[in-house]
């Protein structure tokens, strides 16, 4: 039975529930669908999910929607943020937030710029228990790089193709190989943002453990051992350091920085370097760019 309450909204004209809700987020329509059936209607209408839908998608590889479209702005809506769709070369693929409405995209290891003689000259390929993507919009290969002098790591995408107004995170997809070294201390240097303005941060790749003496302290946080003897002695404090988290799939990611996006045509640069130190190999996936209000699944 419904409540007083839902009778009297029951009575307000759809035009002025279809305003108010194109007003609020894509996560706030979903859940308007639940208060009456006025608003189950208002929110369901193709002028509400109009604002909702960016006015400037990208243009999608072929066959990633299928012949017919979904019929209503909603469905559109729904099938951008429930998959994502590769765009044209299928290097690169797109997403929305479902709560947002915001575009996200995720670079493949073929879309990064790395030198030549860092690369060993072959590829792995993903297996099929890698959970970032659904329906075969997977990216099938990761690139190996080789034991090198330092890290170099970059990529780019126009600060157009990004939603104005948001703030988008940075993560590198990433696996260590089963003996690593090097890639704790000197720490990486992450950088984010318009060319010739981007952020910088430190990050670690090698992980880390915790560990306390008290159960009422914090952990202490300690790099991952080498598998084999390093030149470095002494670590410094890490406390500002990124480190990466170990997805449950088995490989890891590292948080490069945060952009918030205005207006703008400049292009937005990604990357990690480390111009010392032999490192091991390194598996590397891909980039994500996330607006800040998504979580990582």
Same mark, same amino acid.
């Given at each position: ?27 706030d329509?979903?859940?308007?669908t639940?208060v009456?059936?006025?608003?189950h209607?208002?929110?369901? /209408?193709d002028?509400?999910?109009s604002?909702?839908?960016p006015?400037?998608l ?13 019929s ?16 044209p ?12 409405g915001?575009?996200?995209?995720t ?9 030549p ?34 890290l ?22 990433f696996?260590?190989?089963?003996r ?9 240097d ?10 910088v ?14 159960a009422?302290?914090?952990p ?12 470095c002695?002494t ?6 350091v990124h ?9 890891m990611?590292v948080?490069?920085g ?6 703008g045509?400049?292009e ?8 010392? /130190? ?12 996330? /607006? ?5 699944k």
């Open positions: 039975m419904e409540t007083p309450a839902a009778c009297e909204i029951e009575r307000l004209p759809k035009d002025l529930l279809v305003h108010v809700i194109s007003l609020t987020s894509p996560g329509a979903f859940r308007a639940a009456s059936r006025a608003f209607a208002a929110a369901d /209408s002028t509400v999910w604002r909702f839908l006015s400037d990208p243009r999608f590889a072929k066959k990633e929607l299928p012949h017919t479209p979904p209503t702005k909603k469905g559109l809506f729904r099938r951008l943020s429930d998959e994502p769709v590769l765009l070369r299928k290097f690169m693929r797109m997403q929305l937030d479902k709560a947002t915001a575009k996200c995209f670079l493949s290891a073929s879309a990064l710029q790395i030198p003689y860092a690369r060993r000259g072959n590829w792995t390929r993903v297996g099929s228990d890698f959970d970032y993507s659904k329906r075969g919009k997977r990216f099938l290969q990761a690139v190996v790089l080789g034991y090198i002098q330092g170099d790591i970059r990529a780019k995408i126009q600060q157009k193709m990004l939603s104005q107004n948001t703030t988008y995170v940075a993560y590198m997809v696996k260590l190989p089963n690593y070294y090097g890639l704790d201390f000197p720490f990486q992450a950088l984010f943002g318009v060319v010739g303005s981007e952020s941060r430190q990050v670690c790749l090698q992980g880390y453990i915790e560990d306390g003496d008290r009422d302290e914090p202490r946080k300690h790099i991952l051992p080498s598998c084999y003897p390093t030149r002695d670590i410094p404090p890490v406390d500002d480190f990466p988290r170990k997805k449950t799939d088995g490989w990611e948080e490069l945060e952009f918030h996006n205005k207006e045509d400049g937005i640069s990604i990357s990690l370097i480390q111009t010392s /130190s032999r490192k091991s190999s390194l598996i590397v996936w891909g980039i994500e760019l996330r /607006s800040k209000q998504q979580r990582p």
